[in-house]
């Protein structure tokens, strides 16, 4: 079997890793592309043994970069999530930890002057999948993204140079509305009626509560994995508010990677995955995410967006279960995950009914830069 090469990088973001391409070094045939998406991950086998991907949502992603087509942007990110164990390139969300990865390799690749005395250098980033700017604050060190430092995140063992992203203007990026069906609509699947959020900030996630479920929230997710018959209810209930929602026509027009659901419940003592005890004064909300229908490691970075909002915007049950409720001066939204605490930076609009930005800080280095082979 004969073999071409395309020229990848391998990032990691926060608790994600993908493969990065320059656009220019992808073929135009958008079918090509696909093949080397597909092929570079391996989304034929469960395990991805056959490519770069890990068998997990938050390892099987792809990010093009090139120079921004607009005149108030560096460069435009479009991300790609790829199956597992299934053909499958979905560009219908983006990944929010992968941000950080983008200004990395926006700096690496020399997509965007930088003084070599600088510190930090400002990436102005157009979001393709959700049109949104995102404004990066990128660390360097002689003129490349800076790898080492003090901070420490989440989900990733040591510690690394500071990122900081905001997304500007976050709501409404699939649907045209922060909250496109109201603050709570009420979903009926065969065993009972649920009342959930539908919430449109970065990526759109439907939430419902812990207790509704019959669950605390705050279990392992090695445990919840275990109950078939609870994954099976809640893609129902995210099946049902995808067609609810306008996002899908049927049930098989809908898309694996959104909307995304998530669980949440009030803030309460838990031991995370690592075995570390977080009480509740830590924390503003508890939260769980599934991700192409198994329960996310930690919390995908769209996710610890969305629900940061939300938990601000009055009505809905994100906002029904947090601790801090006024979102008017902004603020520090604290989220409690599976693997620990993530303070999320939000502010909303005067009138507090919409959001003006959202802001995360993360880790990010290179991982690999070389040649993917492709199979013919």
């Known amino acids: 079997m004969s073999q071409f090469l395309v020229p990848c990088a391998v990032y990691r973001g926060g608790t994600s890793r993908g493969l990065f391409f320059a656009k220019s070094n992808l073929p135009e045939d958008l079918h090509i592309q696909k093949k080397i998406f597909l092929n570079g991950i391996d989304a034929y086998n469960m395990s991805q043994i056959n490519g770069l991907g890990s068998g997990t949502s938050h390892t099987s992603k792809v990010c093009v970069i090139s120079p921004s087509t607009l005149d108030d942007a560096d460069v435009d990110y479009t991300f790609y999530q790829i199956g597992i164990g299934e053909e499958v390139v979905d560009d219908k969300g983006t990944c929010g930890n992968l941000m950080a990865a983008v200004g990395a390799f926006a700096i690496d690749e020399g997509l965007v002057k930088v003084d070599i005395t600088a510190n930090y250098v400002d990436v102005t980033v157009f979001n393709t999948n959700i049109k949104k700017i995102l404004r990066l604050k990128v660390p360097v060190v002689n003129g490349k993204a800076k790898v080492s430092g003090d901070y420490a995140m989440p989900g990733i063992y040591g510690t690394g140079a500071k990122f900081i992203v ?26 009972r009626a649920y009342e959930v959020s539908f919430v449109d900030v970065v990526n759109p996630f439907v939430y419902v509560a812990a207790e509704d479920l019959g669950i605390k929230g705050t279990e392992l997710n090695s445990e919840l994995s275990l109950n078939e018959a609870l994954l099976s209810e809640i893609e129902t209930i995210r099946s049902r508010m995808a067609i609810y929602s306008g996002m899908a026509k049927s049930t098989e027009d809908i898309a694996g990677s959104v ?25 503003d909300i508890v939260a769980k995410m599934i991700s192409m229908g198994k329960f996310h490691r930690t919390y995908a970075g769209s996710g610890l967006y969305n629900i940061a909002a939300a938990a601000l915007l009055p009505g809905t049950l994100p906002n029904r279960f947090a601790a801090k409720k006024d979102g008017s001066q902004g603020q520090i939204i604290r989220i409690g995950h599976p693997e620990g605490v993530t303070e999320v930076r939000v502010s909303l609009t005067e009138d507090g009914k919409d959001v003006v930005s959202v802001g995360l800080d993360r880790t990010a280095r290179r991982i690999m830069k070389g040649d993917l082979f492709i199979p013919e």
């Open 259 to 283: 909307p995304k659901i998530a669980i949440v419940t009030e803030p309460q003592d838990y031991v995370t995955s690592v075995g570390k005890l977080i009480k509740k004064e830590e924390v």
């Open 166 to 191: 905001d997304i500007l203007s976050p709501g409404g990026g699939k649907t045209g509305k922060t909250l496109p069906v109201g603050v709570q609509n009420s979903v009926e699947t065969e065993s």
